[in-house]
């Protein structure tokens, strides 16, 4: 059973593992990839190379290295297809699961239903369009597909030049391939995260409607975090909704539009509702202003001892604790049905 919403970290560490799950996705698609690739080229390799010094002669004849690199090439690009539909796929679970999510922690903190709706499938694929050509997905996935197809037409071509054997052909080729796999697990996690901030950014149009909502940036949990993102650990966003850092402005993480301030972003952002951090469980009085203070101030001395925003809440949600009540209490599974 999944673990109940209480809280905005409870929703991040959902969605954390969505994305997650769409990179291992991805990865797995393209380790598969390689070992079809090792085993073909070890089959070419024993049926026509002699010994090492006339490999690439062998393989050459009858276009037999061209046909087999242009085989490559070809699966290679049905892969970056697949790659493209799993990544939009993920991105638009995330965008719809992250609204309902914050809708139901919404909704159960106010005690009331503001009449939240599930997005369209137009809806979320239209906000989900980078509005910025070159920077869509398909854009981005045919670049790396073009990269590691001509990383591996040089590596096998200049392994076997070099009379290098098998075996060290498969170790340039592991590398290339490695890669490769690494920058399209970054699209992945890249992309998931534009969808939550994106998806974030819907659903608090929705609650301003019936409270003021502030958006604070949030850090990483742990200290891997670049500099930049660092030193906005904290902001509250203006008055517009924007966060700013030197020249640059955004309304969330990895929606700068900038490569280093985006691009393996892990950042997230939470939300005070009426200048309270929002939270539901049972019997428990999330709105009691002595509670939300106490909160509020061992958060700020967890943060001057060095701890991240994100680290300080988490401390101090374990450490202070609200008031008993009677109110109605429903979870995130029960309230969700109505949307089944």
Same mark, same amino acid.
């Given at each position: 059973?999944?673990?109940q919403?209480?809280?905005q970290?409870?929703i991040?560490?959902?969605?954390d593992?969505?994305i997650e799950?769409?990179e291992?996705e991805v990865?797995?698609?393209?380790?598969?990839?390689?070992?079809?690739?090792?085993n073909?080229l070890?089959?070419?390799?024993?049926?026509?190379v002699?010994?090492?010094?006339?490999?690439y002669?062998?393989?050459?004849?009858y276009n037999?290295?061209?046909?087999?690199?242009?085989?490559?090439?070809?699966q290679?690009?049905?892969d970056?297809?697949a790659?493209?539909?799993?990544?939009e796929?993920s991105?638009?679970?995330?965008?719809?699961e992250?609204y309902?999510m914050?809708?139901?922690l919404?909704?159960?903190?106010q005690?009331?239903?503001?009449?939240?709706s599930?997005?369209?499938?137009d809806t979320?694929?239209a906000?989900?369009?980078n509005?910025?050509?070159f920077?869509?997905?398909?854009a981005?996935?045919?670049?790396?597909?073009n990269?590691?197809?001509?990383k591996l037409h040089i590596?096998?071509s200049s392994?076997?030049?070099a009379?290098e054997?098998y075996?060290?052909?498969?170790?340039r080729i592991?590398?290339?391939v490695g890669?490769s796999?690494y920058?399209a697990?970054a699209?992945?996690?890249?992309?998931?995260?534009?969808a %939550?901030s994106?998806? =974030?950014?819907?659903?608090t149009?929705?609650m301003k409607?019936y &409270? #003021?909502?502030? $958006?604070?940036?949030l850090s990483?949990l742990?200290?891997?975090?670049?500099?930049?993102h660092r030193?906005?650990d904290?902001?509250?966003?203006?008055?517009e909704g924007y966060f700013h850092y030197k020249?640059?402005?955004?309304k969330?993480?990895h929606l700068w539009?900038v490569?280093k301030?985006?691009?393996n972003?892990?950042?997230?952002?939470?939300?005070?509702?009426?200048g309270?951090?929002?939270s539901? %469980?049972r019997?428990r =009085?999330?709105?009691?202003?002595?509670?939300?203070?106490?909160? &509020? #101030?061992?958060? $700020?001395?967890?943060m001057?001892?060095?701890y991240?925003?994100?680290q300080?809440y988490k401390?101090?949600?374990k450490e202070i604790?609200p008031p008993s009540?009677t109110?109605?209490y429903?979870t995130f599974?029960?309230?969700?049905?109505?949307?089944?």
């Amino acid at each position: 059973m999944a673990k109940q919403i209480h809280n905005q970290l409870d929703i991040i560490e959902r969605v954390d593992r969505m994305i997650e799950q769409s990179e291992s996705e991805v990865e797995e698609l393209l380790s598969k990839r390689l070992r079809e690739i090792l085993n073909s080229l070890s089959a070419m390799y024993n049926k026509f190379v002699v010994d090492d010094k006339t490999s690439y002669t062998d393989l050459n004849k009858y276009n037999r290295l061209s046909k087999e690199l242009e085989r490559i090439a070809n699966q290679l690009n049905e892969d970056y297809k697949a790659i493209v539909k799993m990544i939009e796929h993920s991105t638009e679970r995330i965008y719809v699961e992250q609204y309902l999510m914050m809708a139901y922690l919404f909704e159960v903190y106010q005690s009331t239903e503001d009449g939240f709706s599930l997005p369209t499938e137009d809806t979320v694929a239209a906000a989900l369009v980078n509005p910025i050509e070159f920077l869509r997905l398909p854009a981005v996935l045919k670049e790396h597909r073009n990269e590691i197809i001509r990383k591996l037409h040089i590596e096998i071509s200049s392994s076997l030049l070099a009379g290098e054997g098998y075996w060290k052909m498969a170790e340039r080729i592991e590398k290339a391939v490695g890669f490769s796999q690494y920058k399209a697990r970054a699209v992945a996690r890249t992309e998931g995260g534009r969808a %939550r901030s994106l998806s =974030d950014q819907a659903v608090t149009e929705e609650m301003k409607q019936y &409270a #003021d909502i502030d $958006d604070v940036w949030l850090s990483s949990l742990d200290h891997k975090v670049r500099t930049a993102h660092r030193k906005l650990d904290g902001q509250v966003a203006d008055e517009e909704g924007y966060f700013h850092y030197k020249l640059w402005k955004a309304k969330g993480p990895h929606l700068w539009n900038v490569a280093k301030m985006d691009i393996n972003c892990r950042c997230v952002k939470l939300k005070l509702v009426n200048g309270q951090l929002p939270s539901v %469980r049972r019997g428990r =009085d999330y709105k009691d202003d002595k509670y939300q203070q106490k909160l &509020a #101030d061992r958060i $700020d001395l967890y943060m001057e001892d060095g701890y991240t925003y994100a680290q300080a809440y988490k401390m101090a949600d374990k450490e202070i604790l609200p008031p008993s009540t009677t109110m109605p209490y429903v979870t995130f599974d029960e309230w969700r049905k109505r949307y089944s």
